[in-house]
């Protein structure tokens, strides 16, 4: 599944809201989250997310205005993103090994939401319906 495009986010929220494993883990957050895929063209995409007590109650390809309104900044390469989704890496390795930046936001505030944050992109590598 491509996180950055329109059908790819559209499956994506679809299974993130149909997760148990997702509404468990991320029952507690409310956050705003910009995704970056990092390209050496220099056309970065993105996708924003929002995650409200359990539930991405928006997510949708994303726009110039969008890294001011976030509260979190999450940029990698499209390498990177592909491992977090296939979960060959998690968040925390790929950000302890520089792959995964956090561009925007305190690193102490997402922490807390480390198991939210990979329930996240479980679901972006499910099978499950859409």
Not at 79 to 97: H, I, Q, Y
Request: charged share 20%; proline share 4%; aromatic share 6%.
């Amino acid at each position: 599944m491509d996180l950055f495009t329109p059908a790819g986010i559209t499956a994506w929220q679809t299974r993130l809201n149909q997760s148990p494993e997702f509404a468990a883990a991320a029952a507690s957050w409310a956050g705003r989250l910009l995704l970056v895929e990092r390209s050496d063209s220099g056309h970065d995409r993105s996708t924003w997310v929002v995650v409200q007590d359990g539930r991405c109650s928006e997510a949708r390809v994303g726009s110039a205005d969008d890294e001011a309104n976030a509260d979190f900044v999450l940029a990698a390469g499209a390498s990177t993103w592909e491992s977090l989704v296939a979960a060959r890496t998690t968040p925390a390795t790929a950000a302890l090994t520089g792959k995964l930046k956090l561009l925007k936001g305190d690193v102490m505030a997402l922490i807390p939401h480390a198991n939210a944050a990979a329930e996240l992109l479980a679901a972006a590598g499910g099978t499950g319906p859409v």
